[in-house]
């Protein structure tokens, strides 16, 4: 099991536990995230999820690049929406999502903590969508959620350059709520106040708050093509081989 449930009270505990690849997610471990997060919306029990990774280097260092190095536009596709129904699970489950950041959230792990409501991180978190370093973009909702929290002239900097950002400045940025160590006993201590509200004013307040308009559909169809180009292929492969990629343009 690489996406384990545990029970505080009315507040339940997603822990992302792949730690060989820094809790980077592969088919298995995405799946079973996608199978707790469903079963945890419909539960009526768990009033509020925390979405944290095991170990104390990573949250989720991103999507497995060694995984995808092997995906054609089709699968690259299938493999953008299995993320993005985690992430829409995050964001539109009736009830409140905390991501607690306990280390580097890159690529798809900064994509999921910004599906999550609230998103907190311990003093040595790194946050960043590095997808561009790679040849491809942000496949699980980081170019529109990326942009709704923290701007658009925040979001195209990061997105476009890739640089990743250390705790202080992600707070500074409005990327994350607030810095804390330890931060999962920060994360749980806000879960428990929330999960005693009215859980039916949270739904409502929830789902008004997510009125806006997106183009979610539109980046897991572009992120797929984009596995058509030789620059992606030659990114991903760079990365197993650690070297630099060489691009050339198409
Ligand atoms: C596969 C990964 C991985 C990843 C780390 N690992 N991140 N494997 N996919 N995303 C593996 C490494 O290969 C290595 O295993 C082990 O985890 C430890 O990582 P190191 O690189 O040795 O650690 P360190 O030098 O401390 O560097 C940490 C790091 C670096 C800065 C986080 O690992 C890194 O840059 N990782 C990639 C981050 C990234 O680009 N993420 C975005 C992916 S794209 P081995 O066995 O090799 O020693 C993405 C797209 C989402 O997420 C949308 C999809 C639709």
């Not at 690489?2 to 820094?22: G, P």
């Not at 990573?58 to 995808?68: E, L, Q, R, S, T």
């Not at 599906?115 to 370093?133: F, M, T, V």
Request: glycine share 10%; aromatic share 4%.
């Amino acid at each position: 099991m690489t996406a384990i449930v545990d029970r505080h009270d009315a507040v339940a505990v997603v822990t992302i536990d792949r730690q060989e690849a820094l809790n980077a997610l592969n088919v298995e471990t995405l799946t079973e995230l996608r199978d707790r997060l469903r079963e945890l919306a419909d539960d009526d029990s768990a009033r509020v999820v925390v979405l944290t990774g095991a170990g104390d280097r990573a949250f989720v260092a991103g999507a497995d690049i060694k995984y995808m190095s092997g995906l054609g536009a089709e699968e690259a596709k299938e493999w953008g929406a299995l993320g993005h129904e985690a992430a829409r699970l995050l964001e539109e489950m009736p009830k409140p999502t905390i991501a607690a950041i306990n280390g580097f959230a890159l690529g798809g792990g900064c994509e999921l903590a910004l599906g999550c409501d609230l998103r907190y991180a311990s003093s040595k978190a790194r946050l960043g969508q590095p997808e561009i370093d790679l040849g491809i973009v942000p496949g699980w909702g980081g170019t529109q959620r990326l942009a709704r929290v923290c701007g658009l002239g925040i979001a195209k900097e990061l997105i476009l350059t890739g640089r990743p950002v250390e705790a202080e400045e992600a707070l500074r940025v409005g990327l994350v709520n607030a810095v804390a160590d330890p931060v999962l006993e920060h994360a749980l201590e806000v879960a428990q106040k929330l999960a005693a509200k009215s859980p039916v004013a949270l739904r409502v307040a929830k789902r008004l708050l997510n009125l806006s308009p997106g183009a979610l559909e539109r980046e897991a169809d572009e992120f797929g093509d984009l596995f058509a180009s030789e620059d992606a292929r030659e990114g991903l492969t760079a990365f197993a081989e650690k070297r630099p990629p060489r691009f050339v343009g198409r």
